[in-house]
């Protein structure tokens, strides 16, 4: 059984930072491409960014590629996001999926790919 569990979040004044986790069990990181979405009230969930490849491969949407860095500690099955320079429009509900298998290069922001969801984890940024 698939199972995430998101720490990290807080409420951090604008410029600040803060690092995401993502304690996964029962997967093999391996095998599996994982992703960051965040959501905003009112607001679709939106891609942030993915890893796959055991850590091997990164991608992160354009919009936060600057400030946002994805990693991964395979030994412990948790997953990173470092946010740097954070935003008011940062503020949000972060949460970190998982999928089995390596997802395409195309498939990787599409939140629909993702079958398993952590519970989330609020940044909340204050200007």
């Known amino acids: 059984q698939v199972q995430m569990v998101e720490s990290g979040g807080g409420l951090v004044q604008a410029g600040g930072s803060l690092r995401l986790s993502c304690a996964a069990s029962g997967l093999t990181f391996s095998s599996y491409t994982m992703g960051w979405f965040r959501q905003s009230p009112g607001k679709e969930r939106d891609f942030v960014a993915a890893?796959?490849?055991?850590?091997?491969?990164?991608y992160s949407a354009d919009s936060v590629k600057s400030r946002f860095t994805i990693s991964s500690d395979n030994a412990k099955n948790t997953m990173y996001l470092q946010i740097d320079s954070l935003e008011p429009a940062d503020t949000a509900v972060y949460y970190c999926?998982?999928?089995?298998?390596?997802?395409?290069?195309?498939?990787?922001?599409?939140?629909?790919?993702?079958?398993?969801w952590g519970q989330g984890t609020q940044v909340t940024v204050s200007s």
């Open positions: 890893i796959r490849w055991s850590g091997g491969d990164t």
């Open positions: 999926a998982a999928r089995f298998g390596i997802l395409s290069s195309g498939s990787l922001s599409l939140r629909n790919m993702y079958p398993f």
